[in-house]
């Protein structure tokens, strides 16, 4: 402080007055700053700059949100503006905004109504110092108006343009003009389609976002894109020339479209808009804010904090704040040539590299998860074609299986059969041997006692040949009876054979005939039919016949015992009954 000249130190002490006290070093800084002027550093300390000085602003906590504007300017001024956001002013100024906000509200109705009067005069409304230092704010909590899509829609039929998005244009050309279009086709349909349409008359505006503000701040992490927050207010006399000059300027238009910037506006009576003005400390009105994910700052300024603030996640962080007027002459803070100037000399080279290399990072991730994917594919799919595999070896295996057991199981059911079918068969041949057996002791017996004159040669089915004599008035069921009889086996002797019959109350050979209608006829009693030699002639058992009855017996006869089924009788039968060699002798070549 010793090396001030008498006139810094007048400066200094006027700069503290206005300030209500603060830092004497920081105060010298911002002076320094300004070349000791201190209309410059007042506007510098309370928001008011020329555009190239940064806005001296509390910093409020903001859930993750940064303030990085420290770049937005070189010199001495980034030191001394971060001295004063970090240091006693913040504290000052937020108690003092109320204040300034009550003294200077009735200034601001008769400004507005001077204006309204000049401009129905159609008298210059004159510009007057200091006027930029604009401390009012809405004291009441702005209301739900419709928010940004219903601003955009009034903004669009206020200026009579159109937003760039809705032209299908497309983004990505390296020029932040628009003006070169350079090789890229892409870029010159896109500057042509633009060029049409102020060919046309319409002029064009940014591609704006219509979402929330938070909804956007979230696109802006998750797509890892510049953002742009626009804020107006129709209250704030500087708005119309903002909006001619800047906000449809097309080199401003197409260097926010062409270098992918996400834009989001609204005026500050909506209640989504005026919750943005409050966590960008918006002051000055129009007001443009820059915001990207950067590095998390750290607390301290050694290498060490650094490298560690380096690693952790990175942070949505505001890049640069534009306020005040865009005029005079284009060279306002506001300005299109000036935000175009800071975008192509600042902003970009300070973020793009860090916004690419996450970019990277993202597009690696991308990757490895495209390759886990189809890594986890492939692995699905060979599992899926081995778990096939197997279930097909186990479903063979099983089909396999399952004939067998159907096919033992098939044998085992006709061993089954077979064996029934051969006990059943044991079972009826021992009862029809029980029957042979009680028919020749009471059946045959008796025949054969009674003999007659009937000679009869029988020729069994094994070549046995039998003479027996008959009475004429035996039956064919004896006759029969007889044959069967002699199917008998050797082990079983007459004296053995039962006296009853096994079944029935009848007897003799009227029980005989009920059994044949019992079993099913004489086909199944029997089971062999008996016929003469020759000429051949069958003769079927019937009921009630005798023997002096049958033509083919008269005076006796040869005849054949044929098995019924026997695959020789049933040649001899297809043969019209001839027998070669029947080796039957008549009772004339007997005698």
């Not at 070169?180 to 940014?206: W, Y």
Request: charged share 25%.
């Amino acid at each position: 402080m010793s090396n001030l000249t008498d006139s810094q130190r007048q400066a200094l002490d006027q700069l503290r007055e206005l300030t209500n006290g603060g830092s004497d070093e920081v105060s010298t800084s911002v002076l320094e700053s300004v070349d000791w002027n201190v209309e410059r550093a007042a506007e510098l300390i309370f928001g008011g700059g020329t555009g190239n000085v940064p806005p001296a602003l509390p910093k409020p906590v903001i859930e993750q949100f940064d303030i990085d504007d420290s770049a937005q300017d070189q010199g001495q001024n980034r030191g001394a503006v971060s001295q004063w956001n970090h240091g006693g002013l913040s504290t000052i100024y937020t108690l003092a905004r109320p204040l300034f906000s009550l003294l200077t509200f009735p200034l601001h109705i008769l400004s507005s109504v001077f204006r309204f009067i000049f401009s129905i005069l159609r008298i210059p409304v004159p510009q007057l110092r200091f006027s930029t230092l604009n401390f009012y704010r809405p004291l009441r909590r702005p209301t739900h108006r419709g928010g940004p899509d219903r601003w955009l829609r009034e903004l669009e039929e206020e200026l009579g343009a159109v937003c760039i998005g809705r032209l299908n244009a497309p983004r990505g050309s390296t020029s932040t003009s628009g003006v070169e279009a350079g090789p890229s086709r892409l870029t010159a349909r896109n500057n042509a389609q633009s060029d049409d349409a102020l060919a046309d008359g319409r002029k064009l505006l940014p591609d704006f976002v219509i979402s929330s503000y938070e909804e956007f701040l979230r696109t802006c992490q998750r797509e890892l894109k510049v953002g742009c927050v626009i804020l107006l207010t129709e209250e704030h006399d500087d708005t119309a020339e903002f909006k001619r000059a800047t906000l449809t300027n097309p080199d401003f238009v197409r260097a926010l479209y062409n270098n992918n910037i996400l834009v989001w506006g609204g005026d500050v009576r909506d209640l989504e808009a005026w919750n943005a003005s409050e966590k960008l400390q918006a002051t000055t009105y129009p007001f443009i804010a820059f915001v990207a994910l950067q590095p998390r700052r750290a607390p301290t300024s050694s290498s060490s904090s650094r490298s560690s603030s380096s690693s952790q996640q990175p942070v949505l962080t505001v890049l640069s704040r534009h306020q005040g007027k865009p005029y005079p002459s284009g060279t306002g803070p506001t300005s299109a040539q000036v935000i175009i100037d800071h975008l192509d000399r600042q902003l970009f080279p300070r973020v793009n590299p860090f916004l690419e290399s996450l970019r990277a990072q993202q597009r690696e991730r991308e990757r490895d998860r495209q390759l886990r994917e189809e890594q986890d594919r492939a692995f699905q799919e060979a599992a899926r074609r081995d778990k096939e595999r197997i279930e097909a070896k186990i479903a063979a295996e099983r089909a396999e299986i399952e004939a067998r057991r159907k096919a033992e199981e098939e044998a085992r059911l006709v061993a089954l059969k077979r064996e029934e079918e051969a006990a059943q068969a044991k079972r009826k041949e021992e009862i029809r041997m029980n029957w042979r057996r009680w028919a020749r002791k009471a059946v045959v017996g008796p025949t054969a006692v009674a003999g007659g004159n009937l000679r009869i040669a029988v020729r069994l089915a094994t070549g046995t040949r039998l003479v027996q004599s008959f009475a004429p008035t035996t039956s064919l069921t004896a006759l029969y009876a007889f044959v069967d009889s002699q199917m008998i086996p050797s082990q079983f002797g007459p004296q053995d054979d039962p006296a009853t019959p096994p079944e029935g109350v009848e007897t003799g050979e009227k029980a005989i005939e009920n059994q044949i209608g019992v079993c099913g006829g004489a086909v199944e009693w029997w089971g062999f039919q008996l016929a003469t030699a020759y000429p051949r002639s069958e003769i079927p058992w019937r009921r009630g016949v005798q023997l002096g009855e049958l033509s083919v017996l008269k005076g006796g006869g040869q005849i054949v015992v044929e098995m019924l089924g026997s695959p020789r009788n049933s040649v001899e039968r297809s043969a019209g009954g001839e027998d070669d060699d029947d080796d039957y002798k008549t009772e004339s070549d007997e005698e």
